[in-house]
Nanobody, 113 residues
Framework: QVQLVESGGGLVQAGGSLTLSCAAS????????MAWYRQAPGKQRELVAT???????NYADSVKGRFTISRDNAKNTLYLQMNSLKPEDTAVYYC???????WGQGTQVTVSS
């Protein structure tokens, strides 16, 4: 089973940007759907964005127009570009491979007002 490791989280001011990366231990080219989720303190984990092997994208309404999901199959890496960050984006962000059910350990994103 592929193993996933997120990186790129940190502390940023509102309006700022961050790019998260999710490195896979194996090939992701055969994984149809990969996704980013997030979980804020005291809340359930929520789906942020998905990308299929063919490049179809879906976003949660709360991040549309601000976040961009992408994947580089050659580098076995999933990305999440986050712009115009808001305090309500503060959460632990996780990457996930739908096909295998693999999860990363998460990376903390904190947006200060």
């Amino acid at each position: 089973q592929v193993q996933l490791v997120e990186s790129g989280g940190g502390l940023v001011q509102a309006g700022g940007s961050l790019t998260l990366s999710c490195a896979a231990s194996g090939t992701i080219s055969r994984i149809n759907t990969m996704a980013w989720y997030r979980q804020a303190p005291g809340k359930q984990r929520e789906l942020v964005a998905t990308i299929t092997r063919r490049g179809s994208l879906n976003y949660a309404d709360s991040v549309k127009g601000r976040f961009t999901i992408s994947r580089d199959n050659a580098k076995n890496t999933l990305y999440l570009q986050m712009n115009s960050l808001k305090p309500e984006d503060t959460a632990v962000y996780y990457c996930n491979a739908w096909d295998s059910g693999a999860w990363g350990q998460g990376t903390q994103v904190t947006v200060s007002s």
